[in-house]
Structures are given as C-alpha cells and as structure tokens.
C-alpha cells in the first residue's frame, strides 16, 4: 500500500473522529436536585434582593398526575437554611439574619396539603412556616419534566410581619425595609 494512500486514510479517519467529537458537543453536566430562593423587597432607600439554595422533598403516590409525576404527589416539602441567606453585601445579609433569627428558627417552610394540576403546573396549597408562625398559602406552580426530574418554579408574595419577622431599620430610622416581600424559586426535584 502506497505511503501516500495511508497518509490520506488516516488524514480521514482523525477528521471524521474530530468531526464526530465536535457534533456530540461537551459532556452533559446533571443539574444538581435541589431549589434557588430568592427574596425581594424594597425600603425607603432602594430595592434589595438576597438568595439561597434550599431542597425539596417529594414522595410520588396515588393520586392526581401532574406534569412529571405520572402517579401524582402524596407529599412534598421545600426547605429553606435560614443561615446561608446571602444578599449583595454584609451589612444586608446580617440585618437579614438579624431579623430572621437563625439561632432560633433555622428553617422556613412549606409543606404541600393539596393541588389542582393547571396546564404545564399546579395551583399548590399548603403551610408555609416562618419564625414558628404557620399559615395557609396557595400559588401557581410551574412542573417541567426533565431527563433528571421534574423542574419547578413558583412565586409567592407575603407580608413578612404576618410571620412575626420585623422589617430591619437602619441608619436612626432613616432606611425602613418595607414588610411585603417577593419569594421566587427553581429548581430540580427528583420524583
């Protein structure tokens, strides 16, 4: 066989390897299970936002199927870590923490009663527990389904006093964090 003909072939067979890398693209990266928090407000000042990550537990069962979850949803509960609240800088996230008492009360939740399957989501119901105060809450819930799991988001707007929280002031009282709040989150839950 000619030394030019092996050249070409193996010229080939590296380009068609190199091509056949380049199509698959990079390794898949499996999204973590686990739900990003954020909480959003505003004060006499400006408007603020701190985050952090919390989990979800889901127990499929027998009853209504929802997007993702064929065989429907006996419980679920998210968690929130009081403590790993971040916020864009320090002084926030200790006036934050000041306020949320994490000695006290380390997590904030809520846990599933009920829900209406509603298009690609739920209308969820259930208790939401923050500083030992529980109280009933309803809002839309977004059920993506996914290789790894089920993708949800929501959105859910409160009164922080209603809980016993009291809105942070700062600066002699010139800065006065306003109690209603914006509570969004997403993430990836395993059925």
Do not use: K, N
């Not at 190199?18 to 928090?37: K, M, N, R």
Request: with cysteine; net charge negative; proline share 9%.
């Amino acid at each position: 066989m000619p030394v030019a003909f092996r050249t070409r072939c193996a010229t080939r067979f590296v380009t068609a390897v190199a091509g056949l890398a380049l199509l698959s693209g990079p390794p898949a990266v499996a999204q973590e299970p686990g739900v990003d928090f954020t909480v959003s407000g505003t004060s006499t000042v400006r408007g603020w936002t701190c985050s952090v990550r919390g989990t979800a537990e889901v127990t499929p069962g027998s009853s209504t199927p929802a997007p993702g979850f064929a065989d429907g949803v006996q419980s679920a509960t998210l968690t929130v870590p009081v403590a790993d609240f971040e916020c864009p800088d320090e002084e926030m996230t200790e006036h934050l923490l000041d306020a949320m008492r994490p000695a006290d009360f380390a997590e904030i939740t809520f846990r599933l009663d009920s829900y209406e399957p509603s298009g690609g989501g739920a209308q969820a119901s259930g208790e939401l527990t923050i500083q030992a105060v529980t109280m009933p809450v309803t809002f839309p819930l977004s059920l993506t389904p996914s290789g790894a799991g089920v993708a949800i988001a929501g959105e859910l707007r409160l009164d922080m006093t209603e809980y016993g929280v009291e809105p942070p002031v700062v600066l002699l009282g010139l800065l006065r964090v306003r109690p209603d709040i914006r509570i969004e989150f997403e993430g990836l839950v395993a059925p």
